[in-house]
């Protein structure tokens, strides 16, 4: 599962969800999660939108190089 995936999973959400919250269609989330990279302005619309859920995510968490820090979001 990849950082994406990842939070969206921790976080208790669907892709459709996910997408509503940061404002990309549910496609998008897939591909996403399929390996295509993370706009930062996308990256920053989730980070807020995990923010009132108690979750912390980080640009590290998307970014990270493999072996790196992994795509954990944290419950606040």
Do not use: F
């Not at 399929?34 to 302005?41: A, V």
């Not at 923010?51 to 990270?64: D, F, K, L, M, Q």
């Amino acid at each position: 599962m990849n950082s994406i995936a990842h939070i969206r999973v921790r976080l208790g959400i669907t892709q459709a969800v996910m997408a509503k919250g940061i404002n990309v269609l549910q496609g998008n989330v897939s591909n996403y999660e399929g390996g295509q990279s993370m706009p930062p302005d996308v990256l920053a619309r989730l980070i807020g939108h995990a923010a009132p859920a108690g979750s912390t995510i980080s640009h590290n968490n998307v970014y990270a190089p493999p072996g790196g820090a992994h795509g954990d979001a944290r419950r606040a």
